[in-house]
């Protein structure tokens, strides 16, 4: 079976700062995805990364793939208030082609 | 708006009622994906359909069906409701497979009294 696991699961941080959110897997796997949720709406598609040492930039939010490792990570830059969002991996595998997503960090920016 | 469209919005019925859950995929999107969000569960994948065959099969119940139409839309149906069905149910939609992104839609929030 198909685990996802993040961590944190909730981040508060300052503006300004750093940080990173991790994305471990348990099966092989080189399709991952990164999503965005705020609260009571839908899921935004924020980075799809399709192989191994994969890095995408948006903005203050970098996502990158070691599938070797079976780890993804998403780095921000200089957090701002407007990132505070629910920040959710998914990994494609199991047999199967839906999403199985981790169970999200909630990250709250405070100014 | 990611092209994806769901309908109802909001849907409050009561034990052991029958609803269907209504969803548009972008256009030219051939596979349809159903997510069940809860407090307890997280997201799970349920079910996905491509250009109108059941293509995967997740953590669906088995009061729980589904189907996509030679339109493309698709219908999540839920039977003999139970309290803890009450949750946020996602159609996410993509071209193929899962090798380009997924949009999802806005949700329909099912409450069950």
């Known amino acids: 079976e198909l685990k996802v696991e993040q961590n944190p699961l909730f981040l508060s941080m300052q503006e300004g700062k750093n940080y990173t959110i991790y994305c471990n897997y348990s099966t092989t796997s080189d399709r991952l995805y990164w999503y965005r949720q705020d609260p009571g709406k839908s899921l935004e598609s924020l980075f799809v990364l399709l192989s191994n040492g994969a890095v995408k930039q948006e903005g203050r939010l970098m996502a990158s793939l070691d599938t070797k490792a079976r780890l993804s990570t998403l780095h921000i830059t200089a957090a701002v208030h407007d990132l505070s969002a629910t920040y959710f991996c998914a990994v494609v595998g199991g047999g199967a082609d839906g999403l199985t997503f981790g169970k999200g960090t909630h990250l709250i920016i405070q100014p | 708006d990611s092209g994806v469209t769901q309908t109802p919005k909001h849907l409050i019925t009561a034990t052991g009622q029958r609803v269907t859950l209504r969803c548009s995929p972008r256009s030219g999107d051939l596979s349809v994906y159903w997510y069940q969000q809860s407090l307890d569960q997280g997201l799970q994948f349920l079910i996905q359909y491509y250009n109108g065959e059941e293509r995967a099969k997740g953590n669906i119940l088995e009061r729980f069906s589904a189907q996509q139409f030679p339109d493309l839309h698709s219908e999540l149906n839920l039977s003999s409701l139970e309290l803890g069905d009450s949750a946020l149910y996602f159609c996410?939609?993509?071209?193929?497979?899962?090798?380009?992104?997924?949009?999802f839609g806005q949700g329909t929030r099912l409450t069950v009294v």
């Open positions: 996410a939609s993509s071209v193929e497979t899962l090798n380009t992104e997924a949009f």
